[in-house]
């Protein structure tokens, strides 16, 4: 998985900071966003093959992000991993809705979210 | 002597006239005035023939003087008779009249004692003859005189329960069975905008637009079914506000049980229904705050346990962050437990002179490295020192605490956040605020801000919070010190936190805990 781009959403900075050490040392490149509005914009920039984002974020929230992103072209099939700690799981339509691969819970092991990502670009790989 | 003897007789009857009572008075005083005339004139005529001698003119003298008296005194008697049937005539008519005159009848009974045998036994025979009638009479009048005492008495039960059912601040609609409005109560008229008081009998459907709210075919529904109690609810909307009320409608039975009316209470819950969907988005609010710091202890140990961590730097780094994250969440945990202490009462708290100037700046040095890592300036005030309140060090601590960290949470970078205190000697207070060139809080959501669990719907995104830090600045401030708070605020502006506590001199020891 080296050299693959992932993008990281959280408002909570040790929560990007333990995910992209953990991305890192597993050869992933790393970017990071604070927000959804500052994310949709790496996302333009920096085309990732994968996104990690928070569901609850100040200025522009997880779903708002994943509606914009899919609305462009440019990163409308970008995968999507989403972290929430909402006391409700997402419902499966809001899911498939909007093509999110995958929903984490938090607290969430960064184990756990690694092998789902490199899940999600393997079979992304094979697809392609 | 005979003329002597005759006249004598002849004042007989006119002595029988003298009749004691208030009515005979005027005929009395007539009978003793002619009684004196004749007496005068019978002596002064007697002696002159006496003295003459002359028996044959003096005797018929005699004779026509006693017979003009005999005359006068009978004249008299007719007079007297003519007026005591008159006067008896109309005692028996005042029988027959319903407003008997007890006065006078007690005065008739004074008449029983004369010793004028005919009007006593006329008297008596009147007393008789009404007797019965008059039992019946005083019967009718008491029996009268019970019922305008249970009129009188029914009415202001009446009252009584109008005015309990005017009171009940739920609005109360009775109907019967033809859709009638039976009653309706001040809150019930103000609810569907209709003169509560002069709206009996008038169908429910002229005074109550169903279209919007279903009320009236509810009432209806309800009355059909003969539950005894129904529920529904219903939302009305008063002017741009919408309000929910529970509505209970209950049957109305009569004697043989067919349904004669429905009683309809409705009671306001919009606050319980705000209150349980702001408890609602508490729960979830407070599990996401609980799960974030959470969420950095567990990645960060499991990062330590699989020894991601390269170097011995980077290890301590980790630790760091597992122990202020641990930190933050006792802090959330403590600020929901002292919400519901002091709620409950159960908080302990340790009143003694403090000065507000030497918290503020303890406080303001605790936060500064949190201000400047977002880029904002602390200003101080120059303090007073001597601004001596009397109050729990620790929950004053936390209220400026609380005040500075919103001030500097809802403060974009590059922002300042002033501190001051100052002491009103004339009013005996003590105030701190803390002004800020924050986002201010929208007008509709000033009011609320110091409600528990509420948070302002424009500014939840910009900062994260519980809802529970202004609530307990509110508490501790108001339920334990007994000062208030306060605030000002404009959009884009900033805005300004408060509060005044009573000056230790003239503080009250003697506290609500």
């Given amino acids: 998985m080296s050299g693959k781009k992932v993008l990281v959403v959280d408002d909570e900075i040790h929560i990007i900071h333990v995910v992209a050490i953990k991305l890192r040392s597993n050869g992933f490149e790393v970017v990071t966003a604070s927000n959804g509005a500052q994310a949709y914009e790496l996302a333009c920039s920096e085309n990732p093959d994968l996104i990690v984002t928070d569901f609850q974020m100040p200025v522009m929230d997880g779903f708002e992000l994943v509606r914009k992103l899919r609305e462009k072209e440019q990163t409308k099939d970008i995968p999507v991993i989403m972290l929430t700690a909402r006391s409700f799981s997402i419902e499966q339509e809001q899911k498939e809705q909007l093509n999110i691969s995958d929903c984490l819970g938090k607290p969430f092991s960064p184990k756990e979210l690694l092998k789902k990502i490199e899940d999600i670009l393997y079979q992304k790989s094979i697809a392609n | ?513």
């Avoid at chain 2, 006068?72 to 005591?84: F, P, R, T």
């Avoid at chain 2, 008519?93 to 004074?110: P, T």
């Avoid at chain 2, 209950?250 to 004697?255: F, L, T, V, Y």
Wanted: proline share 1%; aromatic share 8%; with cysteine.
């Fill in chain 2, 1 to 513: 002597m005979q003329n002597l003897i005759f006249g004598v007789l002849g004042l007989i009857p006119g002595r029988n006239f003298y009749i004691k009572g208030r009515y005979f008075s005027k005929f009395c005083r007539i009978a003793v005035m002619v009684t004196a005339i004749e007496v005068c004139v019978l002596l002064a005529v007697s002696l002159a023939l006496w003295q003459d001698s002359g028996f044959g003119g003096g005797w018929r003298l005699a004779v026509l003087v006693g017979s003009v008296t005999a005359a006068a005194c009978g004249s008299c008697l007719g007079w007297g008779w003519y007026k005591l049937v008159r006067e008896i005539k109309s005692i028996a008519g005042k029988f027959g009249d319903e407003n008997i005159d007890v006065s006078y009848v007690s005065d008739l009974q004074e008449e029983k004692q004369t010793d004028n045998a005919v009007i006593v036994k006329l008297y008596e025979a009147i007393r008789n003859r009404f007797k019965g009638k008059n039992n019946y009479i005083a019967d009718l009048e008491n029996q009268i005189k019970d019922l305008q005492l249970n009129i009188r008495l029914l009415q202001k039960q009446r009252l009584k329960t109008e005015s309990i059912i005017y009171s009940v601040r739920d609005a109360i609609i009775v109907i019967d069975e033809y859709d009638k409005l039976l009653i309706a109560n001040e809150s019930a008229g103000k609810l569907f905008n209709f003169d509560f008081k002069n709206c009996q009998q008038r169908s429910i459907t002229e005074l109550i637009d169903d279209s919007r709210n279903g009320f009236v075919e509810f009432l209806r529904r309800s009355r059909k079914t003969r539950a005894r109690h129904t529920k529904y609810e219903l939302e009305i909307l008063k002017g741009d506000e919408s309000k929910i009320f529970s509505c209970i409608a209950s049957c109305i039975h009569d004697e043989k049980n067919n349904v004669c009316g429905v009683v309809a209470v409705l009671h306001d819950v919009t606050r319980e229904k705000e209150v349980s969907r702001m408890k609602n988005d508490f729960v979830s609010h407070v599990s996401h705050e609980l799960k974030t710091p959470l969420a950095s202890i567990t990645a960060y140990s499991e990062m330590l346990l699989e020894d991601e961590a390269g170097t011995e730097e980077m290890r301590k780094e980790f630790c760091t962050v597992i122990q202020s994250q641990a930190q933050r969440l006792n802090r959330l945990i403590e600020d929901i437990l002292n919400v519901s202490r002091i709620e409950s009462g159960l908080v302990k708290v340790e009143k003694k002179p403090i000065s507000l100037a030497v918290l503020i700046k303890e406080q303001t040095r605790m936060l500064k490295s949190y201000a400047e890592e977002k880029n904002i300036t602390i200003v101080e005030n120059e303090l007073i020192v001597y601004d001596q309140v009397y109050a729990d060090k620790d929950m004053i601590s936390q209220v400026i605490v609380n005040l500075l960290s919103n001030a500097i949470k809802y403060t974009p970078a590059g922002g300042t956040v002033k501190i001051e205190a100052e002491v009103d000697e004339i009013s005996g207070l003590s105030r701190l605020s803390v002004t800020d060139t924050g986002v201010g809080i929208p007008e509709d959501d000033i009011d609320h801000v110091f409600d528990k669990f509420y948070r302002v719907d424009a500014n939840k995104e910009k900062a994260k919070g519980t809802g529970l830090g202004l609530n307990l600045v509110k508490q501790i401030i108001e339920k334990v010190h007994n000062g208030r708070v306060f605030v000002r605020s404009k959009v884009g502006i900033g805005s300004t936190f408060g509060f005044e506590l009573p000056l230790a001199k003239k503080e009250v020891v003697g506290e609500k805990m």
